[in-house]
């Protein structure tokens, strides 16, 4: 028996003059088989036509969207935050911020105890004054040197014109041998003392020469360290560099705190960037200036962030790493790596919607300019 006769009664439906059953799945009247071909064929031909469909939309998407855009999941907000560290030692007196506070450019975050440094701005100041007194001393000095030779000068001259007297009355006879003996020693005399005087002149002008008291060595000396002095107890009073949000506040009343011991950071919500890690096939197109489109997991995808590429990071995150990959061992596995791009957001959109640092978001570049 045919697998057309083993049906005993035609499907629901309706029959036509001939008696043969019709559906509207058979409207034709056909048997099992011919109706098994026809639908074997739509369904081929369905099936060709979607597979068809289904490439031109590929097609399609990748020659509109694929190769105009690259986009990454792998990205995070990133900041060039200031750290808080004093620059001189000392107690801490106030620390009056805390976590998760705004500051302002110039807003006090912590005060040291001054005491040590106000000592220090005393002594300093005394020894700028001593400085200068003695420096007007050089001053002084060299005058009074000036006046010594002059005299000595005089004194040369008186004892060489008695010289020459009694030298010209020595042959009459006039002047005995031991008068001239004593004129020639107090010219002698009167030589060596101008010379001596000569010699301080020039030792007391060599401390002043070429400068006033405002700019001798000593004076700038005692100034530099009086300024020293003063910018130590400036330091005192440590204040935030940039407009921000605290964190990482370690501060403690009471705690000496170190040079460079890290205080707290702040962080400058307004000059945030992305960190988008592409991975290596994805950067051939990529240049400085493209536009970007962000978005952050914190206000959603109704929230689009819009910025420029920055720049593209000179290594992997595996080539900065602490142990760095080793690949020349014979077991290499080739991982796609990935290359930090650092995209730059628009201040107002920030202003509108802050982000955070280490926020996770979302990146795409157009790479078609």
């Given amino acids: 028996m045919t697998e057309a006769q083993t049906i005993t009664a035609p499907p629901a439906g309706w029959r036509d003059a001939n008696g043969r059953a019709r559906s509207w799945l058979n409207p034709e009247g056909l048997s099992t088989n011919e109706l098994r071909k026809l639908w074997r064929r739509r369904l081929l031909f369905g099936l060709g036509g979607a ?3 289904a ?52 807003d006090i975050l912590v005060r040291l105890d001054p005491s040590d440094q106000e000592i220090a701005l005393a002594q300093a100041e005394a020894n700028y004054g001593e400085a200068r007194r003695k420096v007007e001393q050089y001053f002084a000095n060299s005058a009074a040197a000036s006046a010594t030779v002059a005299a000595r000068q005089a004194d040369l001259d008186r004892a060489a014109l008695d010289y020459k007297r009694r030298a010209a009355l020595a042959s009459t006879g006039a002047v005995s041998g031991d008068e ?13 003392d101008l010379d001596a005087a000569k010699r301080q002149l020039t030792s007391q002008q060599a401390l002043i020469r070429n400068t006033d008291i405002d700019n001798n060595p ?9 300024d020293a002095a003063k910018l130590a107890l400036s330091r005192t009073v440590i204040r935030s560099p940039v407009d921000g949000i605290v964190a990482q506040n370690n501060v403690q009343i009471g705690q000496r705190v170190q040079v460079g011991t890290q205080l707290m950071t702040v962080v400058p919500l307004a000059w945030v960037y992305v960190n988008a890690n592409f991975k290596e096939g994805q950067l051939r197109k990529v240049r400085i200036g493209q536009k970007a489109t962000l978005t952050s997991d914190l206000y959603g995808s109704s929230v689009v962030f819009h910025g420029r590429v920055a720049g593209v990071g000179g290594g992997t995150g595996s080539a900065f790493a ?20 650092r995209i730059a957001l628009d201040p107002k959109e920030l202003a509108r919607h802050p982000l955070r640092v280490g926020l996770s978001m979302d990146a795409t570049i157009d790479v078609a300019h």
């Avoid at 986009?71 to 808080?84: L, P, Q």
């Avoid at 004593?182 to 060596?192: E, H, Q, V």
Wanted: glycine share 4%; net charge negative.
């Fill in 51 to 53: 597979v068809a469909l």
């Fill in 55 to 106: 490439a031109v939309i590929a097609g399609t998407w990748w020659f509109v969207v694929s190769q105009r855009y690259v986009s990454t999941d792998d990205a995070y907000v990133d900041a060039s935050v200031a750290e808080i560290t004093p620059q001189i030692d000392g107690p801490v007196l106030s620390a009056p911020v805390n976590d998760t506070e705004t500051v302002k450019r110039g």
């Fill in 180 to 192: 001239m003996t004593t004129a020639k020693n107090a010219l002698d005399t009167a030589r060596a």
């Fill in 218 to 226: 000593e004076v700038l000396a005692s100034k530099a360290a009086l």
């Fill in 322 to 341: 602490v142990i760095p990959a080793q690949n020349a061992t014979g077991n290499w596995i080739k991982v796609v790596q990935r290359l930090p791009v």
